[in-house]
Structure formats: structure tokens, C-alpha cells
């Protein structure tokens, strides 16, 4: 019996995250696609993201125009995030790496563009409220499937099922 509250709890708990992420992200996301300058920003969910310049940097196996995005709320440091535009050396084609920071409450994402006239480049910038609780809903759902599975009940349900129709065949 105890087992079967915590299972039922685990799966209105999963549902109830799952559900409050996916609302609160379709209801509140923010997205801006901006043509920015060295030093000029944009406003999404009360950041502030400070366009620094991009830099050429070497990879392993690719070149990147690697962005420096500073993020601020309040006139405080937030993060700094690195997009990059890739170019691997095998293939030939442009991939954009976006830079994400996740706390429980939001996700901020930023992606770098194309480079436009001088240094100016399109940025694109997400805001998104509570991604981390529909990830959050599926783990609680995978952990209370995880524990269904180990239920002897449900092995031993399968064994008879498993059984009748050999003794069947037996009594024919």
C-alpha cells in the first residue's frame, strides 16, 4: 500500500512539474533577434545582455567566431556567455553553438548569427521561464516508472499470464 502512495504521488508530482514548466514557458518566453554593435544590449525578462565584440578562436577540429555576451539584472554581474559560430574543417559549414545558463527559475540562451557590416552582428536571445521543471517532469515520471518495474506484483502478474496459456496446451 505504501508503495503504491509513493508511486501515485511521484506521477501527480511528475505531471504537476511537467505541466507548470510547459505553461510557464509558452506563457512568459522571450525571444529578440537584434543587429548589435560592440557595446550596444538588448532587454529580455528583466537581463540585460551587453554585446563585448567576437574573437576568432581554434578548436580541435574546427574555427570559431567566439561571442562575449555580458548578462546583467539590476546593474549586477549575472554571467558571461560565449556563443560561437563554428566552421569544422571537414565538412565546410557554418554551426552555431548557443550558450545557455540554466538556474531552476529560467534558462538565458543566446546564439550568434551572421556577421553584418562592420562588427556588427545579429544576436539572437532567450529568455525562458522553468525549463528545468518539465526536464525535472520527466525525470520524476522515468524515477516513478523505475519503481513500478521493480513491484513484484507486476513480475508475478506476468509469470501467471505467462503460465496459463502453457497449461492449457497441457489439458488439450
Known amino acids: 500500500m505504501k508503495r503504491k502512495m509513493v ?8 505531471m504537476a512539474a511537467f505541466a507548470f514548466g510547459v505553461s510557464m514557458v509558452k506563457t512568459y518566453e522571450i525571444e529578440r533577434d537584434v543587429r548589435m554593435n560592440v557595446g550596444d544590449y538588448t532587454e529580455a525578462g528583466g ?3 551587453t554585446f563585448r565584440g567576437v574573437r576568432e578562436v581554434q578548436g580541435p577540429n574546427y574555427v570559431a567566431a567566439r561571442g562575449l555576451i555580458d548578462v546583467t539584472r539590476n546593474d549586477r554581474p549575472v554571467t558571461q556567455l560565449h556563443p560561437e559560430k563554428r566552421v569544422y574543417r571537414v565538412q565546410q559549414n557554418p554551426m552555431t553553438e548557443a550558450a545557455i545558463n540554466t538556474r531552476p527559475t529560467r534558462d538565458l540562451y543566446v546564439s550568434l ?3 553584418v557590416e562592420g562588427n556588427a552582428w545579429i544576436i539572437r536571445v532567450y529568455y525562458k521561464p ?3 521543471w518539465i526536464w525535472g517532469g520527466c525525470v520524476l515520471m522515468a524515477l516513478g516508472g523505475g519503481i513500478a518495474a521493480t513491484d513484484r506484483r507486476y513480475r508475478a502478474t506476468q509469470r501467471r499470464t505467462e503460465l496459463a496459456p502453457a497449461a492449457v496446451g497441457a489439458s488439450a
Open 113 to 115: 548569427g551572421e556577421q
Open 130 to 132: 522553468f525549463v528545468t
Open 47 to 49: 537581463y540585460r545582455f
Open 7 to 14: 508511486l501515485a504521488a511521484t506521477g501527480v508530482l511528475a
